[in-house]
């Protein structure tokens, strides 16, 4: 069983940044794929970014590439989001989330744990 907490949403102006942290329980999380999802308010939850257990292996939506990194600290049991030039259309609740398989992919429904999400809010 692993748990996962975000943590670093908050209120940001267009064009600012925000860190995002998912702090992970368990001593296997470094065998464990990560990703981070969002969801907007009477949106679907859309896939963001996903770094393999190693970390050589990163995928980002289109929508935030260039702008967003995601990347991981396995002695901290950590994965992070940052997200530089946030636009009003980045606002959602985030969500991290953990898949055993270990290799990084954009499938939701495939990964195995989630945290309960951080708020992202950016104004225009």
């Known amino acids: 069983q692993v748990q996962l907490v975000e943590s670093g949403g908050g209120l940001v102006q267009a064009g600012g940044s925000l860190r995002l942290s998912c702090a992970a329980s368990?001593?296997?999380?470094?065998?464990?794929?990560m990703g981070w999802f969002r969801q907007a308010p009477g949106k679907e939850r859309e896939f963001v970014a996903a770094?393999?257990?190693?970390?050589?292996?990163?995928y980002s939506a289109d929508s935030v590439k260039g702008r967003f990194t995601i990347s991981r600290d396995n002695a901290k049991n950590t994965v992070y989001l940052q997200m530089n030039s946030l636009k009003p259309e980045d606002t959602a609740v985030y969500y991290c989330?953990?898949?055993?398989?270990?290799?990084?992919?954009?499938?939701?429904?495939?990964?195995?744990?989630w945290g309960q999400g951080t708020q992202v809010t950016v104004s225009s």
């Open positions: 368990g001593s296997t999380f470094s065998s464990y794929a």
């Open positions: 989330a953990a898949d055993q398989g270990g290799w990084a992919h954009s499938s939701g429904g495939q990964y195995d744990y």
């Open positions: 770094i393999s257990w190693s970390g050589r292996t990163l």
